[in-house]
């Protein structure tokens, strides 16, 4: 017997997110949802598992997401996929027939070469509910934990693991200083700092080069020839998109092996066939060239344009602004478009403004925190680049803000005369706000003064 | 004698504003600012005085920002302005000379007439130390204070003088809802239960007549008959621009008696004379119209224009799209353009898009607050007119956010493919993302479906 529907969805959080989105548009339309996790878990939140929301449990999205939607779940794996006859395969139910199929099935970590990469209680960050809940367990058993990579994951990996009590936490990064890739050095060390004044170890410019211990991982063994105690490790040395099923069905891939997608988020092979999320290609919205990028912001922005292109060419996508914030033992940082480095290294002649203030005004209301916004303008137009802020939890929000004048393209002259909101509980002061102080000050070398 | 100088600006906050701009524009010109007050009020701050911050004195702008821009202050009080010899009188100094001028001289509040109003503890909210210190005195040893007007500045004085132990505090609000002129009605509503669960008493559709007492206020006596006992009284029925100076010395006015100022905040008078702040005329963003909107976002963002267009015209200022937000009862509620109120009874044909989710992913994070958002579309185009959010702290950044996107005329379809940045501990989820969300639930109203 065969099952036939109108859309399949396969995917974890972006494929609810399409779901959502492809219901909203056509309500007539018949969505079944397959997915191999019984429940799915907020991607961005699973290094929180780890201390403050103590447990995957508390850390899911709700299925009655999929209910209200009237979006049917199947719990199963999709083995194959035949674009003949537009059927799914699935490992334990009925194959499903579809009109339309989108391809949400996400990333998977990387997992370096390393000799002894495959002992016990080495763990690669999966976005899988028993596998977290058994990593958690290992962890409140470990004394000593290394994690592998300076990134975002790394660096909230670290965070959350050292509020374990008598857990010794170590971070190797390869590089000179942590999240490279995300931020401007100035803003990775004052992340560092607020790290190691937890007790976090970081280790830069190091290498693991083989991981020891009998059929446990026992300790880690640097390129510098340090050895690191260790009785759990974790791999946050980044992922790659999860395109194999599509790749079997002769879908074209492009950049790291994503499925290759046009602005309407179609595939590149097949009409019929969207992909959105961690596993299809992206550009940057600054050169048009492939990006790296994987977050969760991005993909869903993806899904909901999927979703809504199924029958009809609603949206469109544009290339990949790259906005995102993390938390670093109660500081915020975020970034949104091109760092200082990126933009240098890319050979573009740019503009730098920076301006901090307390994020509320006057400084002693309670709760204040000192906000730094660094931007980024092109020298030639004026045009933002890119913003970075480090404060309170209105980080989250400023680089929204940041984001929102990027996609807009807007200059330091309009900025100068941007009418922001503020309030004395909320927000830095209308006089002092860093934001538009920024490129107040950026102005003049634009026009090549000063 | 007579002084000279290149730049004289008369005023407060946006004379400090302006003062900076143009100093920054123009390093080799003498600045000399102006102003009767020694200290100057952070004006949104002026309500936290009577709790929060507890006094004036911290609540200040600091003079080292005259001091780090080489801006001279000359405290005194400016009697009157000879265009002709483009000369500022003074009463207690040398008459000052100047090639350009920036009148910044804000407003002053409305003093109603009612019978009584003259008598002794009846306050208006000006921007004055002295006063305000005497006007805390005296709250400290009140028992009763009756706050008229229920507007922003209404609503955050009850807010922080109920703070006070053994203080009752009364509003009395003449329309059906306390800052209707800002906020849609469900939004009210919210913020007055807030307030109200603090023990204040919210009168609506009332109307003081009269103000009783010997000397000093006993009670006040609304339309109604109903009598309060008071022996405080607090006027915050708004304010009206400060424009006198101006007016004596043959400056055209326009709207509510505000110094008629072009795009480049010249006057419409004489080109060397500029105006900044709430002493001046504004449009509306939306409809060109005069605008009433005083808010300090405002203010500071013409200073900064008019402050670096006195010897070159650089930057050219916006309409008011209007962005505040306010804090109730520690909840934060802004607005950025439009309400769904002033669209509808301004004939405009709108469609409403609504969402909520908690301001962290997951709503189990460390306080997590749920956020409302409600926008405001112009039906025919898409075009994003209005925004209105309830939420935690990062209500002030949100509305900043959808300012940005009213700025740049941003349609509903533009703002689904948004990439916004999100994180567990700072922002809503990007499956949940309520302004993202609310904006995908108007896209097909707007294009006439359901």
Not at 100 to 126: C, Q, W, Y
Not at 348 to 374: C, F, Q, R
Not at 412 to 425: C, L, Y
């Amino acid at each position: 017997m065969m099952k036939k529907t109108d859309v399949v969805i396969l995917g974890g959080m972006s494929g609810i997110s399409a779901g959502i989105s492809s219901r909203r548009h056509y309500p007539d339309k018949e969505v079944v949802l397959v997915r191999k996790e019984g429940t799915v878990l907020i991607p961005c939140g699973i290094p929180y598992i780890f201390g403050t929301v103590d447990g995957p449990e508390n850390n899911v999205i709700p299925d009655g997401l999929l209910e209200s939607n009237k979006i049917e779940l199947v719990t199963d794996e999709a083995v194959a996929l035949d674009r003949e006859k537009k059927v799914i395969e699935l490992k334990d139910h009925e194959p499903i027939q579809y009109h339309k199929l989108v391809l949400a099935t996400g990333s998977m970590p990387i997992i370096p070469r390393i000799p002894g990469i495959d002992k016990e209680n080495v763990f690669a960050v999966r976005k899988e509910f028993d596998y977290l809940k058994k990593v958690l367990n290992k962890m409140r058993q470990a004394k000593n934990i290394v994690i592998i990579g300076g990134g975002f994951i790394g660096i909230e990996f670290a965070d959350e693991c050292r509020k374990n009590k008598g857990l010794s936490v170590t971070v190797v990064e390869m590089l000179d200083y942590c999240l490279k890739l995300a931020m401007d050095e100035e803003f990775s060390i004052e992340a560092e700092k607020r790290l190691e004044d937890t007790g976090v170890k970081i280790l830069k410019k190091e290498q693991v080069v083989s991981i020891g211990g009998k059929e446990k991982v026992e300790y880690v063994e640097l390129a510098s020839g340090k050895k690191l105690e260790a009785d759990i490790v974790i791999l946050g040395i980044g992922c790659v998109p999860n395109s194999q099923l599509a790749e079997k069905a002769g879908i074209e891939l492009g950049y790291r092996k994503g499925i290759k997608v046009d602005s309407l988020m179609r595939t590149y092979t097949d009409p019929d066939i969207f992909a959105c999320g961690d596993c299809c290609t992206r550009d940057s919205f600054f050169d048009g060239k492939p990006s790296a990028i994987m977050l969760a912001s991005v993909a869903t922005s993806e899904a909901r344009i999927a979703g809504a292109n199924l029958f009809s060419s609603v949206h469109r996508k544009n290339g990949v602004i790259s906005v995102f914030a993390t938390y670093v033992n109660g500081r915020a940082f975020g970034v949104a478009g091109l760092t200082e480095r990126v933009a240098r290294e890319n050979g573009m002649e740019i503009v730098i403004g920076e301006a901090s203030a307390p994020d509320t005004h006057p400084g002693g209301m309670p709760d204040s925190t000192m906000m730094k916004v660094k931007l980024i303008f092109a020298k030639d137009t004026g045009i933002i680049l890119g913003g970075a802020v480090s404060g309170g939890r209105s980080t989250g929000e400023m680089v929204n803000v940041i984001g929102a004048c990027i996609l807009h393209r807007m200059t330091a002259n309009e900025i100068v005369a941007f009418q922001m909101g503020t309030h004395p509980a909320l927000t830095s002061s209308p006089i002092a706000y860093p934001f538009v102080n920024a490129a107040c000050k950026a102005v003049l070398p634009i026009r090549g003064c000063k």
